[in-house]
């Protein structure tokens, strides 16, 4: 593959967002503005549209032979004349299954859509903190800081992480460990370090850390943690989202 092909994660969740149908109007113009002059985002855009579609023809084509291989186990053996009746009650369960099963995807689906469209309009990453490089032992931390400020999230990740099995209680660390997992999209693998900076009480990104994990458990689709840590950020942005939630 082209190097130039190569896309991130967060640029494919943008395209997927594009596909599906889940940006706001304003992020939907932009996106088709930049299709027409971006050769490699464009190049980019039909490689996941592909994909997607393959994965969803994948997952319907199982999900096709289960229904017949139920079907199958459910017809009469034996020659055409036989006197047995046919039932169209396999069928009929069949059908009130995929029925249901619908109707629950649709709920679900349409639930996670609106909570995805809400967490796209309000989260951005927090800016991060003013580094001093130098050689002192915070160079790791700084550097790491670095990275993260430039949208290496990931380098910054593999950083902290290390300084992190030596400072397991760093509130500064897990928080700023926490945001970067959510600014690569690891939503749940960034709450259990934006939960661990809540432990500190005196800690001075309490506020910031509620707000993080109101969108992080927002965009899970997890409803009441995102009102609890929300309402706990007292941001006004936290207000407007708990009242578009009820």
């Not at 084509?61 to 291989?69: G, I, Q, T």
């Not at 809400?118 to 700084?142: I, K, R």
């Not at 840590?229 to 007292?234: A, V, W």
Request: aromatic fraction near 10%; charge should be negative.
């Amino acid at each position: 593959m082209d190097s130039n092909n190569l896309y991130s994660q967060q640029e494919f969740e943008r395209i997927e967002s594009y596909i599906l149908g889940l940006m706001t109007e304003e992020e939907k113009l932009s996106f088709e503005s930049e299709l027409k002059i971006d050769q490699n985002l464009k190049t980019r855009y039909e490689d996941i549209k592909v994909l997607l579609q393959e994965v969803e023809l994948a997952s319907l084509k199982d999900s096709m032979e289960v229904f017949h291989a139920e079907l199958k186990s459910s017809t009469p053996v034996g020659p055409i004349n036989s006197k047995k009746p046919f039932t169209w009650k396999p069928l009929a369960v069949a059908a009130s299954l995929l029925f249901l099963l619908a109707i629950t995807l649709w709920v679900f689906l349409g639930n996670t859509n609106e909570n995805e469209k809400l967490f796209t309009a309000y989260y951005q990453p927090d800016p991060g903190m003013v580094t001093a490089m130098g050689t002192n032992s915070n160079y790791e931390f700084d550097r790491g800081m670095v990275d993260y400020k430039t949208g290496d999230y990931q380098a910054a990740i593999t950083r902290w992480e290390k300084l992190l099995a030596q400072k397991p209680h760093n509130d500064t660390l897990n928080y700023f460990l926490g945001s970067a997992l959510l600014a690569v999209g690891d939503d749940k693998l960034a709450l259990p370090f934006l939960q661990k900076t809540l432990e500190t009480e005196s800690g001075i990104f309490l506020k910031e850390a509620s707000w993080y994990l109101g969108l992080a458990y927002l965009k899970s689709g997890n409803n009441a943690e995102a009102l609890k840590y929300l309402q706990n950020s007292g941001r006004e942005e936290a207000a407007e989202i708990i009242e578009k939630l009820k």
